[in-house]
């Protein structure tokens, strides 16, 4: 079955560096949804991309889409505390069934 | 707002219990997933739902059963609890007419099996 691995597994950075997190699909993604999830919380949609290439912003986050569509990146430019959690990619190709991603946990150190 | 509730945010159980975990949503979609999260292996899908009464077994089904037998409502049962099923699960709900729609979660189940 369709396998979509991220990595890192886990990041700690200083407070003010930059991060990005990769998500890889062994299979060609349908669109590639973004998720986070604060510590203690539950997974919440951040965003979506469905073209190939693709790139959207959320102020200081930005979300690619790789061309062949098997590989998608999230990058956080200047990190803040508020921006600690784990990162899930997934692919919502199917209209019954999302994939997620192994995620990324990152940590913030002020 | 979808709201989607889960019947316990912790629960602890002996190995070889009976164990019901509930799931509830409040926006009519009807697709309802079970999930577990651990460290390093991400969100595993146990079971899902696309309708009342029907479902079908995600990537990790073994253990476990589910039920729906309303829309709102999906349980996830583990019939005799053993201490490798300690985890997070997490309840979610999905409309799936459209490929921007997304998922919902509830709050989580941190179960303890001990």
């Known amino acids: 079955g369709q396998q979509v691995m991220q990595i890192p597994q886990y990041q700690h950075v200083q407070e003010g560096e930059d991060f990005t997190t990769y998500c890889n699909s062994s299979t060609t993604l349908s669109n590639i949804q973004w998720y986070k999830q604060r510590p203690g919380g539950h997974p919440v949609f951040l965003i979506q991309l469905v073209k190939s290439g693709e790139v959207k912003k959320q102020k200081r986050l930005t979300f690619q889409f790789g061309e062949a569509k098997k590989n998608s990146s999230l990058h956080i430019t200047a990190t803040q505390t508020t921006d600690v959690g784990t990162y899930f990619c997934?692919?919502?190709?199917?209209?019954?069934?999302?994939?997620f991603g192994t995620g990324t946990k990152l940590q913030v150190i002020p | 707002d979808v709201k989607v509730t889960q019947s316990s945010r912790y629960l602890v159980k002996r190995t070889g219990e009976k164990v019901f975990l509930e799931c509830v949503q409040d926006m009519d979609h009807e697709n309802m997933f079970w999930y577990r999260q651990d460290p390093g292996l991400g969100l595993r899908l146990i079971y899902f739902s696309y309708d009342v009464k029907m479902k079908e077994k995600g990537d990790i089904p073994e253990g476990y059963s589910v039920s729906r037998e309303k829309k709102e409502r999906f349980s996830l049962i583990l019939e005799s609890a053993s201490t490798n099923q300690t985890s997070m699960y997490l309840c979610?709900?999905?409309?799936?007419?459209?490929?921007?729609?997304?998922?919902?979660f509830g709050p989580g189940t941190r179960l303890t099996v001990l």
């Open positions: 979610a709900t999905y409309r799936g007419l459209s490929y921007t729609d997304t998922q919902y």
């Open positions: 997934a692919d919502s190709g199917g209209y019954q069934k999302v994939t």
